[in-house]
């Protein structure tokens, strides 16, 4: 009761409430993985380990259609607004519909594929794909209009209901089967729809988008779906692969590091929902928008130097309160692990600010180095140590050269402000010129 008054009388900004309630559902979705990891053992946690890897992946198709609405509900209004909106959420249902019926009618395949116990979680969890994209949609109206109340209930209302659902289910009927957490998901997905705005959606008659608003949006939702595809590389291909090329007990462990190491990019994803429409607005309004992005690098830096030093000082300590005993020998592995989280953190950060202003080689270099960390794993895999060492060096190359593109677009920007300045005093010069009378 004494910390509700205390940040009542604080009056937090809907920005500081955001960041608060993104903190509280990372910290369900962990709950729920702990609980999952200790409950079914590193053996059976290697499937659901597959079926979160697949709910990130759809994360990040679903965020494309996120970041677009977020990005064009700060720059549109009005029956304009509620046109773009009504469109995207036609085009999103769409493909949610194509993907869910390719994982229903793959599901056989995907469990041969993944070495999975049955091929019914596959089954539920496409039919479910449509009401995720539906709830990207909703979500990013909330993050464009900056409706952060709303937008943290939707997300809170996913967590807790997939937490409960899916730990209800295994202890009180005892059931632990892979389609049990499936089924958990499955009922998330519509939670977190809630709250929907309906007026957000006209079925009648809608505004015809100008040509060069159709180019932005069809260019903008192209760059965000390619930067959205290496997100998907980079946090997910070591999973599936490890998955792939190891046996279950060494996937179950090793999806428990992936886990504890990810705290950093999870808290980083925060800053970025912040980011976005915060940048788009400056732009629009001509203002300078560095600034914003050095203040969410500093928060990343700080909060990855932390985790980082408390993974390489007590790793044992943290896995057994964690995960238990039985997950031990990823131990050592464990800071390698947050230090290239926290490289791709960082360079993600970087990236998304360059994509909010429109500029595409930071999302080209993330794709290039996505695809490098995958080769790398592909041919290095004798160990899972030689696995988190490929996934150092590629995000470490990556960082290097997203500050080095930052740079470089810092320089140019600089000469071309100076010859600006410049041709403006050359041109006040030859007025004065042009004006002196002192030879009549």
Known sequence: MQLLATLKSKKLSPEQLFMVSVLAVNGGNYLYNLILGRVLGPTAFADAAVLITFLLVLSFIAMTFQLVTAKFS?????????SFVTKVYKQALLVGVILGIAIVGFAGQLQTLFNTTSKSMFVIFGCGVPLYFL??????????????KSLSITYQGEMLSRLLITLGIILVFNITSSAVIAIGIFLSFVFGLFPFKRSHISFRETIVLEDHYGKQIKRFFLLTAFYELTQIIINNS???LVKHYFESYE???YASLALIGRIVYFIAWMFVML????????????KETASVLFKYVGYIAVISTIIVMTCLSFPELIIKILFGEDYLAMAPLLWKYAIATSMFAISNIFAYYYLSLD?????????????????????FHQSLDQVVHMQIIAMILLLVIQLGFFKYENHIQKNSLSKVKNHSSTEKGNLTKDNDFSGF
Do not use: C, H, W
Request: hydrophobic letters at 55%.
């Open 74 to 82: 700060v720059l549109f209004e009005n029956n304009v607004f509620t």
């Open 135 to 148: 709830m990207s949609v909703n979500r990013g109206t909330f993050q464009g209009k900056k409706a952060y």
């Open 238 to 240: 070591d999973i599936l």
């Open 251 to 253: 996937a179950g462990l």
């Open 275 to 286: 980011l976005l429409p915060a940048v788009v607005q400056l732009k629009k309004e001509g």
């Open 359 to 379: 500029k595409y080689i930071p999302v080209i270099i993330s794709g290039v180095f996505g695809m490098l960390q995958m080769a790398l794993v592909i041919v």
